[in-house]
Nanobody
Framework: QVQLVESGGGLVQSGDSLRLSCAAS????????MGWFRQAPGKEREFVAA????????NYADSVKGRFTISRDNAKNTVYLRMNSLKPTDTAVYYC?????????????????WGQGTHVTVSS
């Protein structure tokens, strides 16, 4: 069992940066693929970024590529999402997710554990 707690969300202006954190409890954090998803009001949850156990493999949604960076610190059981050049269209609840395994996956239904989410609001 893995429990995930996100933090770092908030209200920012267009062009600003934020760093989200996701702290994981439990053992064997380095055996999990970690992902970030987001859900805007009235929309379905969508993939943002994912990272494999070592950090050597990452994947990003086209909408965030070049602006967002996912990283992890296995010693701290934490995964991060650095978000630069934020746009109003990035406004959403951001969720951290974990999946036991080696391969980075993009579908939400392939992740086993979820955090409660953290709100990000980007004003124009």
């Amino acid at each position: 069992q893995v429990q995930l707690v996100e933090s770092g969300g908030g209200l920012v202006q267009s062009g600003d940066s934020l760093r989200l954190s996701c702290a994981a409890s439990g053992r064997s954090f380095n055996s999990y693929v970690m992902g970030w998803f987001r859900q805007a009001p009235g929309k379905e949850r969508e993939f943002v970024a994912a990272i494999n156990w070592s950090g050597g493999s990452t994947n990003y949604a086209d909408s965030v590529k070049g602006r967002f960076t996912i990283s992890r610190d296995n010693a701290k059981n934490t995964v991060y999402l650095r978000m630069n050049s934020l746009k109003p269209t990035d406004t959403a609840v951001y969720y951290c997710a974990a999946r036991r395994g080696l391969v980075v996956v993009l579908r939400a239904d392939e992740y086993d554990y979820w955090g409660q989410g953290t709100h990000v609001t980007v004003s124009s």
